[in-house]
């Protein structure tokens, strides 16, 4: 299986942590910055499922752009082969 070595970067991942902070932050958006936080300073990517989630939040009006923000960065460190 191919590696994907991007990483977030220290702007989102700054975001990702001020979300998990967040109480009034959705489950979405926390489980989004969860992913960015665990990529952050690592070779991890994301999986399928949460794949699907930043997928469904881009395409979606109902969230905010901090929110897609985080969901672009889950996204850009995806498996390319899935």
Same mark, same amino acid.
């Given at each position: 299986?191919?590696?994907?070595?991007?990483?977030?970067?220290?702007?989102v991942?700054? %975001?990702?942590?001020?979300t998990?902070?967040?109480s009034?932050?959705?489950?979405?958006?926390?489980? %989004?910055?969860?992913?960015?936080?665990?990529?952050?300073?690592?070779?991890?990517?994301?999986?399928?499922?949460?794949?699907?989630l930043?997928?469904?939040?881009?395409?979606s009006?109902?969230?905010?752009?901090?929110?897609k923000?985080?969901a672009?960065?889950?996204?850009?460190?995806?498996?390319?082969?899935?």
């Amino acid at each position: 299986m191919s590696r994907n070595r991007k990483q977030s970067s220290a702007q989102v991942a700054s %975001l990702a942590a001020a979300t998990l902070k967040d109480s009034t932050a959705s489950k979405t958006a926390k489980s %989004l910055a969860g992913s960015v936080m665990a990529q952050a300073h690592t070779k991890k990517q994301t999986g399928a499922q949460l794949e699907d989630l930043a997928s469904m939040v881009l395409c979606s009006e109902k969230y905010n752009e901090e929110t897609k923000t985080l969901a672009a960065s889950v996204l850009s460190q995806s498996n390319k082969k899935r």
